[in-house]
């Protein structure tokens, strides 16, 4: 659904707040895989430091990203923290002016699910490309890391029939703002539509 629908619905004002989105995007990447790795059984844990110590500091594959964020220290990990809180105080400022942010929730439409086992491999085709799995984290992760309530609502389906949704992000600890835009969108976008065959 192009923007403009929305628009004509009432939205008066369009921004982007401050942010780097690849710059939060590896933050959230650093921390969220970070608590995963204090998770790991200790073999696994200490098969990750291993191989962390032998990564070209150059490489920005997934493997990697997810290798030296799972063996970080503690002391690392913390200072990644305080990383988000400013990134925090970022958004806070922008949902001064704005009540939410409008975006994509993923890069592609629904995909079959991919249930192999090694998690850190797993690709997915995007414009005829495989990519890595990961990157579909890029634009939930813009709400996850600052600990902002999100919405996804439905917003129309892709040529092939697939559904698409948009991301409604709000400022902390107002969910209901989400939903209610959400509610709101649903009388210009039509809302939820049962897939065929689904009871």
């Known amino acids: 659904m192009p923007i403009r629908t929305v628009r004509k619905a009432g939205l008066h004002a369009t921004a982007a707040p401050a942010i780097d989105p690849d710059e939060s995007n590896d933050l959230y990447i650093a921390v969220l895989f970070g608590m995963w790795g204090g998770a790991l059984p200790d073999d696994v844990f200490e098969g990750y430091v291993a191989a962390a110590r032998g990564l070209d500091p150059n490489d920005k594959s997934w493997p990697a990203r997810i290798g030296r964020a799972a063996a970080q220290s503690l002391r690392d990990w913390s200072r990644l923290l305080d990383r988000r809180e400013v990134l925090r105080r970022v958004w806070e400022r922008f949902f001064d002016d704005y009540d939410v942010l409008l975006c994509p929730v993923a890069p592609v439409c629904a995909f079959a699910h991919d249930h192999s086992e090694d998690l850190i491999a797993r690709t ?42 948009m991301q409604i992000i709000g400022p902390y600890f107002e969910d209901r703002s989400c939903i209610e835009f959400a509610k709101l969108l649903a009388d ?12």
């Open 124 to 165: 997915i085709a995007v414009n005829g490309q495989r990519r890595w799995y990961w990157e579909q984290l890029a634009w939930i992760s813009l709400a996850t890391l600052a600990c902002l309530p999100a919405t996804a609502a439905p917003i129309g389906r892709s040529p092939g029939g697939l559904p698409v949704g």
């Open 188 to 199: 210009v976008a039509g809302g939820f539509e049962a897939p065929p065959g689904f009871d």
